[in-house]
Each structure stands twice: as structure tokens, then as C-alpha cells.
């Protein structure tokens, strides 16, 4: 029996509380709009943003001379070629403005001679990434905006609200239909203007950096909205993950800003530096970028050459306590109580799924190409083309959060208020609403590691079309073990329930991620082809995807031609 959904009105519906949704959220209310800001997880502490280690990039021009169009330049060359150039161009020119107003709202950038300090970070041709000692970057940020919009009475917020798909009627999108994680109950919001700030998709690996609420719920909303994604195959994999020995309570990518400050030694299983073997001409400092280090931390291991864990060594032994205590304070203690002391040995790190480039295509106001909705964040695809520069993440996830959120508001402006049908709505409700009867007797959780498995082994960095076509078919036999008909029951933090939602999402998405890299017979950036080893000027195209009745469309578009980074 379908029971009547609780039923929401706003103007602008945020969807993700993130840095982008945050940014969104309060930059649309002061342009006039009402505003309901919901997320599965608790607000602002369910994604990436409150997870970020250290670096924001922007060309402040305080620590060293600088201007958005050098950010721009490092951005475009990082990019080999795939970049959004509009994007990029809102991503290096309004950073400033956002950082700083960041910085008015008490974030705590570090500070040295009075002056907002910079460091250097791989790719960027000099010190332009801010942050917030000791390794704190992320939690103040998210701080930061959460006390912002927590001042703000035209901002409502809804945690536990996890969004099963978007709701369109006349092909606009006027809302969403939720699940409320703690009832089970269905929710239809009815919005002037929907922002998706849902983050990235690297829950989708087996060794990933996110939270479990990065399983890429946005694109696959996005798509069966009617929008369009590009560049799925150009998955960010961060090279020194920590791999071991075991770290509890610490993020696995804390090791990056380790080396900014202190100039880590990478080195292979014979204590030998190896960077130099993949074209690096660094001496004795890492200052590689990911993807190439990506590639040599691999190859080392596939040529017997790895640690023991299966990854490289990253050494800071010559540095002295003094030096690690002045860098990293306290943060020396909680390595000391997981047994590391960095002076004694080194640790062991290896490459894991971080971020993701691609995402659904917006234009220079965040506008998707369904009206009423519009992007921001992570789960925006083009900024950084095929190589994201470290750093431009939470730039991005700010400035185009605080974009979304003023055309959002414009939006509102213009159209009167939607009075969703409920035919619109239908498909997402008797999902929501579904006994459980029909659903696969599977375990559901079991499925998602098997997903995470696959794509870690045939659509990890390094890909054949061996690997992409196994990865397919066995992709196939997961969705169709998963069926249509919704494991679990409707209650309480049903997680068989919310497991079968999450898997509908992941297996879209792992879906269009493979059969773009299938696609692509070339290595650029982030996609390297071992069957493919070359860039090739013939794939200077984006791949677009689209959904219709069901079925993923992969069609090409050129990109304009740009400074690519040697
Ligand atoms: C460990 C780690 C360290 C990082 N360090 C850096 C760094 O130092 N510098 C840098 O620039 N970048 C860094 N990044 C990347 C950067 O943090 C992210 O790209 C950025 O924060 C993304 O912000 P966002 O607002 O787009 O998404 P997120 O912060 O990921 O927020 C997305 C939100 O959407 C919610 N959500 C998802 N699906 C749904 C749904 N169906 N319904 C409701 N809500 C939903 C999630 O719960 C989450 O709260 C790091 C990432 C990680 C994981």
C-alpha cells in the first residue's frame, strides 16, 4: 500500500552538505531564496570536504607573486588537453574572492609574517595552496560553513535524508524524492531550483579515500534526470595512500602534506629512488604529480620491486623529531600511538582511489542541461580535465558552490512554485515504499564489495580492453543479481534497504566509468591504457553520457586545443 509522502516546499533544495552544498546553500539564501539543505549523513560531516588534509589552491599572490591566469595556466597544463576551460577560468578567477571571505568568516588560514602563507604543491609553478595547521584544512572548513549557514534562519537542514532520485516534470526538475534513513519514511520535495552537491564516487574501490557516502549517488541522479556526464573514465587515484603498517583513527592520505613540508623520499622495495625510471628529474624531494606517481609506484611493484604490503616506501628519516614536532605537532603523537616513529623507519604507501574528474556537465553559471538544476562541487565534471592539480578540490567545491547557489536564486526569481504530480514522482515512492518481497535474497552488502573488487582490479589506474570487457560483464551479472525490486524492508536504518539504493547508483555509474575507459584507446592523465601506452591527438574529444529509458548513450565532443603539461 502507498502512504502519502511527507511533503516539503522550498525554493532551492541542496542536495550534499559538503563545501559545495554549504557554499551553495548560504549564497542562495542571502540572494533571497528559502533554502532546504539535506544529506544522508549528519550535515556538513558526511563527505569528503570534512576529510581533506591540508591544501586549497588560489592564486591569493601573498606568499609569492601570483595571479588567477598562472593558476589557470598550471590548471589547463595539468589537464593534458580535457579541461573545461570556462570552469577552470571560475574555478583560478573567483577562488580568491571565496578564500577570503572564508577567511572573514574565521577559518584560520595559516598565517605567516601576517600574511595568508602559501605552500608549494606538485604541478602549481609556485607556493599557492593555503591551509590550516595541523592538518586540519578540511574539519575548518566544514566548521567554518556550518557555523555560517547555522546563523542563517533562511537555511533548513535535514540530515539522514538520503535522495533516491530527482523529481521531472515537462523536463525540469522541480525536486527530489527522499528516504528518511531513521523512519524509512518517503519524502517529496518540491523545489523552484534542486543544486547537486553529492560529491565524488570513490566508494566504487576497494581501497578508497572517502567516506561510505561517496558511492557517485549524484551522477547516477543526474542521469536518469536527463542530464549529461563527461569524462567518467578519469578517476583520480592518489599514489601514497598509507598502506602500512596499520593506521587507526588517521586519514590514509595524510602523507601528502608530509612531503610538501618536509620532502619525503619515495622509494622502492630495495630502498632504491626510482622516480627518475618514469621521467621525474626530482633529487631526493617528491615532487611528482599523481598520476605520474601513480604510474611508478605501480610499475615498481608489478616488476617484483615493490614493499612487502605491495606498494613503495615513503621515507622522512632525514628529518629529526624537532623537525616533524615543528611541522606537524600533534600530530606526531597519534602517529606514536599507532607505533610509527617517522625518525625510525619509513612507512609503506600505495596508490588509492581519491577523486574523480569527471561529472555531470554544467556550464559557467553551474547549470546542467535539465532546467532547475544545477551542479557543484565534486560531482561536476571539466574543470580539471584528465588531471586534477592538488589543491583545486575544495577551490572548486567553494566557488562553485557559491555559483550554483546564485543561479539557483536567480532561478527563483523567475519561476512560480512547482506542485509536483504525483506520476512524476511514482517511480522513486514505490521503490521507497516496496515490501521487500521481491527483492534479490542476496546479500546486499556482499554485492557492493564484489562492485568494489572488480573495479579495483579491471578499472583501477591501469586498464586493457581485457580487463575493461571482464569488468563488464561481470558489472552485468551483479545488476542483474540486483534485480529492480528493492531488497530489505521499509524501516528503521534498514541497511539491506539502503544497501540495494546505494548498489542502484553504484552500478550505474561503474557502468558508464568502464565503458567510457573501454572507449578511450589512448593514455592521457588519469586513464592509462597499457594496450594504449600513447596519447593520441585523435582523442582530444570528451565523452558524453546520457541516459534514455534505461540505457547509457556515449557519444564524443571535441575539447579545444590547449597547453598540455610534458
Ligand atoms: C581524505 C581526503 C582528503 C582530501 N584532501 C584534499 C585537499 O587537501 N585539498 C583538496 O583540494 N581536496 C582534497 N580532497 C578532495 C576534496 O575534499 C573534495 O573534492 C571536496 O571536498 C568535495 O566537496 P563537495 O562539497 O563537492 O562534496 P563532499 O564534501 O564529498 O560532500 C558531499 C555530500 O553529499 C552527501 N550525499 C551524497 N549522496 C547523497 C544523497 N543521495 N542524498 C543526500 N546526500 C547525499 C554526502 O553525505 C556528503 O555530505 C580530499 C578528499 C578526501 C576524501
Given amino acids: 500500500m502507498i502512504t502519502d509522502p511527507i511533503q516539503i516546499a522550498t525554493d532551492v533544495l541542496v542536495i550534499g552538505s559538503g563545501a559545495a552544498g554549504m557554499y551553495a546553500a548560504i549564497e542562495a539564501s542571502r540572494n533571497g531564496a528559502q533554502v532546504l539543505l539535506a544529506d544522508r549523513s549528519l550535515i556538513g560531516r558526511g563527505g569528503a570536504t570534512v576529510m581533506a588534509q591540508m591544501t586549497v589552491a588560489v592564486a591569493l599572490g601573498e606568499e609569492a607573486p601570483d595571479d588567477p591566469q598562472f593558476h589557470y595556466a598550471n590548471t589547463i597544463a595539468a589537464g593534458r588537453g580535457l579541461?573545461?576551460?570556462?570552469?577552470?577560468?571560475?574555478?583560478?578567477?573567483?577562488?580568491?574572492?571565496?578564500?577570503?571571505?572564508?577567511?572573514?568568516?574565521?577559518?584560520?588560514?595559516?598565517?605567516?609574517?601576517?600574511?595568508?602563507?602559501?605552500?608549494?604543491?606538485?604541478?602549481?609553478?609556485?607556493?599557492?595552496?593555503?591551509?590550516?595547521?595541523?592538518?586540519?584544512?578540511?574539519?575548518?572548513?566544514?566548521?567554518?560553513?556550518?557555523?555560517?549557514?547555522?546563523?542563517?534562519?533562511?537555511?533548513?537542514?535535514?540530515?539522514?535524508?538520503?535522495?533516491?532520485?530527482?523529481?521531472?516534470?515537462?523536463?525540469?526538475?522541480?525536486?527530489?524524492?527522499?528516504?528518511?534513513?531513521?523512519?524509512?519514511?518517503?519524502?517529496?520535495?518540491?523545489?523552484?531550483?534542486?543544486?547537486?552537491?553529492?560529491?565524488?564516487?570513490?566508494?566504487?574501490?576497494?581501497?578508497?579515500?572517502?567516506?561510505?557516502?561517496?558511492?557517485?549517488?549524484?551522477?547516477?541522479?543526474?542521469?536518469?534526470?536527463?542530464?549529461?556526464?563527461?569524462?567518467?573514465?578519469?578517476?583520480?587515484?592518489?599514489?601514497?595512500?598509507?598502506?602500512?603498517?596499520?593506521?587507526?583513527?588517521?586519514?590514509?592520505?595524510?602523507?601528502?602534506?608530509?612531503?610538501?613540508k618536509l620532502g619525503g623520499q619515495l622509494l622502492n622495495g630495495r630502498m632504491e629512488e626510482f622516480t627518475a625510471r618514469y621521467g621525474s628529474d626530482e633529487d631526493g624531494k617528491y615532487v611528482l604529480t599523481r598520476d605520474l606517481a601513480t604510474y611508478a609506484i605501480t610499475q615498481e611493484v608489478e616488476a617484483g620491486r615493490g614493499s612487502p604490503h605491495g606498494g613503495a616506501y615513503l621515507s622522512f628519516q632525514h628529518c629529526t623529531e624537532a623537525q616533524l614536532r615543528d611541522a606537524f605537532g600533534p600530530v606526531i603523537d597519534r602517529l606514536a600511538a599507532n607505533g610509527i616513529d617517522l625518525t625510525k623507519m619509513p612507512v609503506e604507501v600505495a596508490p588509492i582511489a581519491h577523486y574523480h574528474m569527471g561529472g555531470v556537465k554544467a556550464d559557467a553559471t553551474m547549470a546542467t542541461g535539465v532546467p532547475g538544476l544545477y551542479a557543484a562541487g565534486e560531482v561536476v565534471g571539466g574543470a580539471n580535465g584528465a588531471n586534477r592539480l592538488s589543491g583545486n578540490a575544495v577551490t572548486e567545491a567553494l566557488v562553485f558552490g557559491r555559483r550554483a547557489g546564485r543561479?539557483?536564486?536567480?532561478?527563483?526569481?523567475?519561476?512560480?512554485?512547482?506542485?509536483?504530480?504525483?506520476?512524476?514522482?511514482?517511480?522513486?515512492?514505490?521503490?521507497?515504499?516496496?515490501?521487500?518481497?521481491?527483492?534479490?535474497a542476496g546479500n546486499t552488502a556482499a554485492a557492493i564489495a564484489d562492485l568494489q573488487t572488480v573495479m579495483t582490479k579491471e578499472v583501477g589506474p591501469f586498464r586493457t580492453a581485457a580487463t575493461l570487457n571482464r569488468a563488464l560483464s561481470r558489472l552485468a551479472a551483479i545488476t542483474t543479481e540486483h534485480g529492480s525490486n528493492p531488497a530489505g524492508e521499509r524501516g528503521s536504518f534498514d541497511m539491506r534497504r539502503l544497501d540495494w539504493f546505494d548498489l542502484r547508483n553504484m552500478l550505474t555509474v561503474a557502468h558508464t566509468v568502464t565503458q567510457c575507459a573501454l572507449n578511450r584507446t589512448e593514455s592521457r592523465g588519469a586513464h592509462q591504457r597499457e594496450d594504449f601506452p600513447q596519447m593520441s591527438p585523435q582523442w582530444q574529444l570528451r565523452q558524453r553520457v546520457t541516459m534514455h529509458y534505461g540505457k547509457l548513450a556515449i557519444s564524443t565532443e571535441p575539447a579545444a586545443a590547449q597547453a598540455i603539461a610534458s
Fill in 407 to 440: 543561479s539557483a536564486a536567480e532561478r527563483c526569481r523567475r519561476v512560480a512554485a512547482p506542485v509536483p504530480r504525483m506520476q512524476d514522482a511514482k517511480t522513486a515512492l514505490d521503490l521507497i515504499e516496496d515490501d521487500g518481497a521481491r527483492g534479490s
Fill in 83 to 260: 579541461c573545461d576551460e570556462k570552469l577552470a577560468h571560475l574555478l583560478c578567477n573567483d577562488g580568491p574572492e571565496c578564500i577570503r571571505e572564508m577567511d572573514h568568516w574565521g577559518v584560520g588560514w595559516a598565517r605567516k609574517d601576517g600574511h595568508i602563507t602559501a605552500t608549494t604543491a606538485p604541478g602549481h609553478d609556485r607556493p599557492r595552496c593555503v591551509y590550516v595547521d595541523f592538518l586540519n584544512t578540511g574539519p575548518a572548513v566544514s566548521k567554518t560553513l556550518r557555523m555560517a549557514s547555522a546563523r542563517n534562519p533562511n537555511i533548513r537542514k535535514a540530515g539522514d535524508l538520503c535522495i533516491v532520485d530527482l523529481v521531472v516534470s515537462d523536463g525540469e526538475c522541480i525536486g527530489a524524492v527522499a528516504y528518511h534513513l531513521g523512519t524509512g519514511a518517503p519524502v517529496l520535495i518540491a523545489a523552484k531550483a534542486t543544486v547537486l552537491a553529492t560529491g565524488g564516487l570513490t566508494r566504487l574501490y576497494a581501497r578508497n579515500s572517502a567516506s561510505t557516502n561517496m558511492g557517485g549517488d549524484g551522477y547516477a541522479l543526474a542521469l536518469r534526470a536527463g542530464a549529461a556526464l563527461i569524462d567518467m573514465e578519469f578517476v583520480q587515484f592518489f599514489p601514497i595512500g598509507h598502506l602500512a603498517p596499520r593506521l587507526v583513527g588517521m586519514d590514509p592520505i595524510m602523507w601528502d602534506p608530509f612531503r610538501y
